[in-house]
């Protein structure tokens, strides 16, 4: 299980982001030094290369303790610079701008941003889908070339106001639009093939049940939680009770769920983001147990607005008021948390989502620097080697050969005569 020792571990996390942030700084700023000595362009072969920084000693919680989650990676925006047609192309001349006389396809374009993401899924391939409300589009991002794909309003489909994204074992893309009250679903070629409405008016955060094949649909009007049949798209029941503004606290109530989650077995977890809590119900609709409450203490609650569960069945909640994100077991006790406030790897500004994939990635969004972040999550299985390992290599220090005992009497001794 997780170490619950997290006292102490900001200022550690703080320090080394601060020294890996001025390390990366110092690097840009001797490349472009280089470069405008030598006057020579980088090889385009180069240029191609994705540019990274080694966070590999970003970890929850600190040294010494048996690592349970790594921090990886950040996404925020395309790569490469590209004009209107989404050509790359060097920047033009001032004298060519000043002049009016470049092309359209000389046209210089600052790389597609993230501004407000919200939700999030990942495809079979671990490609990462990013929903941004503000670009209007679904930004693609290949977690190894970093590359970006987009898919955007107006070209591949229409979107008012998108948020939630999930995706179901075929690759099938499901994106909420509370804006047209409706679910879009895309087929794995990205092409929208069909649109769900029925009971919607402000459809948020999504989760498919792959063996029940149940789509999970929160909407944050209703204060329910909307099931259908994830192949035939038609509702299957309610959960929870419309008409009462968002002031429903009973057990199985919601008040503006914000997200959704659904583990091995099936059971379907709800971020109830106004009660500060998390339900968990069966796949039937029954509910199992409830914890969390207001509060900003160590596993209370400001805004749940994220949840996700891992491989081992514990809950990865992302705060949107706290800026953190706290993993749970199943009776709510707080396993582990990190974030707080800040731009730092492993801070967070605006929090709003998160998703783990089948390999173990925890992929977070957040919406006022827009970008998403990466970390990954090391299994109990995984943290038990790591301990077995350390144990033995602490072993090989302390063995030493062992000496023959000394004897506790002198071999020789002198004893008076017998009178």
Do not use: C
Request: aromatic share 8%; net charge neutral.
């Amino acid at each position: 299980m997780f170490r619950t020792r997290t006292h102490g571990m900001q200022a550690g996390r703080t320090i080394v982001a601060i020294a890996l942030l001025l390390g990366f700084v110092w690097a840009s700023g001797t490349s472009v030094h280089a470069d405008q000595k030598k006057k020579k362009a980088a090889p385009a072969a180069e240029d191609s290369k994705p540019k990274t920084i080694d966070y590999s000693n970003i970890v929850w919680p600190n040294p010494p303790a048996i690592p349970r989650i790594r921090y990886e990676a950040w996404y925020a925006s395309d790569r490469v610079q590209r004009n209107l047609k989404g050509n790359v192309n060097k920047k033009s001349g001032w004298m060519d701008r000043l002049a009016g006389t470049q092309t359209e396809q000389e046209v210089y374009k600052l790389p597609f941003s993230l501004l407000e993401p919200y939700g999030s899924a990942v495809d079979s391939k671990g490609n990462l889908y990013v929903a941004d409300q503000k670009v209007g589009a679904i930004f693609i991002f290949n977690t190894d070339t970093r590359a970006v794909e987009l898919i955007k309003n107006g070209v591949h489909a229409h979107f008012v106001r998108i948020i939630g994204l999930a995706m179901d074992d075929n690759d099938r893309l499901f994106v909420s639009d509370p804006g047209l009250r409706h679910v879009l679903v895309f087929n794995k070629e990205h092409k929208a093939e069909d649109v769900i409405t029925e009971g919607m008016v402000s459809p948020g955060g999504l989760a498919i049940d792959t063996q029940n094949r149940l789509l999970y649909v929160t909407d944050l009007e209703l204060d329910q939680v909307l099931v259908y049949d994830a192949d035939s798209f038609k509702l299957i029941r309610k959960m929870g009770t419309a008409g009462h503004k968002h002031e429903l606290t009973e057990p199985g109530e919601f008040a503006k769920p914000a997200a959704v989650a659904v583990d091995r077995e099936g059971n379907l977890y709800v971020a109830d983001t106004w009660n500060n809590r998390i339900q968990i119900f069966d796949a039937d609709g029954k509910l199992i147990s409830t914890f969390g409450q207001e509060g900003d203490g160590p596993g209370y609650f400001g805004r749940p607005k994220g949840v996700a569960v891992d491989s081992d069945g514990h809950i990865w909640v992302a705060d949107g008021m706290q800026d953190r994100v706290q993993v749970f077991n199943r009776e709510g006790q707080l396993l582990i948390a990190l974030g707080g406030h800040g731009l730092l790897p492993g801070q967070f500004q605006g929090l709003v989502g998160i998703t783990i994939d089948k390999n173990n990635r925890v992929f977070t969004t957040e919406i006022f620097p827009g970008r998403a972040q990466q970390f990954l999550y090391i299994t109990d299985a995984q943290a038990e080697e790591l301990k077995k390992e350390r144990e033995a290599e602490r072993m090989k220090g302390t063995v030493v050969k062992a000496e023959p005992a000394k004897p506790s009497v002198p071999a020789e001794t002198t004893t008076a005569p017998h009178q």
